[in-house]
Each structure stands twice: as C-alpha cells, then as structure tokens.
T-cell receptor
C-alpha cells in the first residue's frame, strides 16, 4: 500500500543554518506530494505541493522537488529562522483517492 | 473569509460520556475528513465523506460516528466505546475536482477525565 517515511526528529539547528528534512514515499501511479507545517496547538497549514515528477514546490523560502526516480520529496530551506520551529509533515495523495497519507512528522527546533 | 472552523478548541468530558465535535466549512468543498493526532505522532484518518449523506470509515473508526446532512458540516461523535479518546482532533476538507490539497481546521483538544 501507499506510505510515507520521513526522518525522525527532533532536528535542532542554529538560526541561519541550512535545513533538510528527508521524505520518501511508496505509491503506485502518480501521486501528488505535500509538505504541511503545524505550529504548537494549531491545525496543519499547507506549506507547498507538487503534483507531477520534477515539479518544484516552493513557499516562504522552503523548497521541495518531486523526484520520481528516487521516490523522494525532501524539504529544504537555505536559512532557517526561530519562527520556523514547528512540526513538518510530508504527505501524499494517490491519483485514485482523495485521502492523504501522512508521515509521522519531524519536529524542527531553531535556536537563536 | 473562507475557511474551516472547529469548536470548541478545548473540551473536557467524563469517562463514559458521548461528546460531539463540530466542524464547519464555507469553502464549498465536497469532501470532508476527520483525523486523530496523538502526542508526537502523525495523523490517523477516522472517517471521511465525499458527498452529502455518504461517509466511509477510515483507519481507526471504532468508537466514533459521523453524519453529513449538509455540505458545510461534518460533526464527529466520540462515543463511550472509544477506549482512549483523549487526543487532538483535526477536521479537513478538499475539492473533489480541480484541487488536490486538503485544508485543515484549528483542531479540538479533547481530554477525558
């Protein structure tokens, strides 16, 4: 079945450091891929998405490229800020369902 | 402003009582979803509905019930049969044509005493 695997946290970085959070997936067909962010006590917000291979999603300095050959959708940011501290979820939606499959989440802590 | 509202934000109930969580959306989305989130874990799907008067069980439906009488509303009842109901509950919605992402509400934190 479909699944998403993302790196375990917490990830602790200093402000202005480079961020990578790894995400790989298993799915048949051509899924759409997403990164969501969750701040403490809140719901999930869509951070970026990609709907086909080689698409790059980007938002607020974050980027992720849909790599079908490696079944990956790694999240990157060149210079993190304290305000980026949150939990990040990778997710996929298969092309035959409206349901989202989530990874277990990665907590990011950015220190000043 | 369009969006998804969930109420209340915090809910306390005694063990053995049923409780209903509200979810309303004004995005004109056809499909709605309920997820459960436990501390330090990902989201697990409880129920979903793709059209009014129809809904399907997700991965952890036991002890929960839903209704979808209106397009805008998808309430979730946590029954006394749910063995460990204390959790953070998230509602989401999506279009079924022309869109792929789900939009989430702010969540309800349920604590059973």
């Amino acid at each position: 079945g479909n699944s998403v695997t993302q790196m375990e946290g917490p990830v602790t970085l200093s402000e202005e450091a480079f961020l990578t959070i790894n995400c790989t997936y298993t799915a048949t067909g051509y899924p759409s891929l997403f990164w969501y962010v969750q701040y403490p006590g809140e719901g999930l917000q869509l951070l970026l998405k990609a709907t086909k291979a080689d698409d790059k999603g980007s938002n607020k300095g974050f980027e992720a490229t849909y790599r079908k050959e490696t079944t990956s959708f790694h999240l990157e940011k060149g210079s993190v800020q304290v305000s980026d501290s949150a939990v990040y979820f990778c997710a996929l939606r298969s092309d035959s369902s409206y349901k989202l499959i989530f990874g277990s989440g990665t907590r990011l802590l950015v220190r000043p | 402003d369009g969006g998804i509202t969930q109420s209340p934000k915090y809910l306390f109930r005694k063990e053995g009582q049923n409780v209903t969580l509200s979810c309303e959306q004004n995005l004109n989305h056809d499909a709605m979803y309920w997820y459960r989130q436990d501390p330090g874990q990902g989201l697990r799907l409880i129920y979903y509905s793709q059209i009014v008067n129809d809904f399907q069980k997700g991965d952890i439906a036991e002890g929960y019930s839903v209704s979808r009488e209106k397009k805008e509303s998808f309430p979730l009842t946590v029954t006394s049969a749910q063995k460990n109901p204390t959790a953070f509950y998230l509602c989401a919605s999506t279009m079924t044509t022309g869109g792929v992402e789900q939009f989430f509400g702010p969540g309800t934190r349920l604590t059973v005493l």
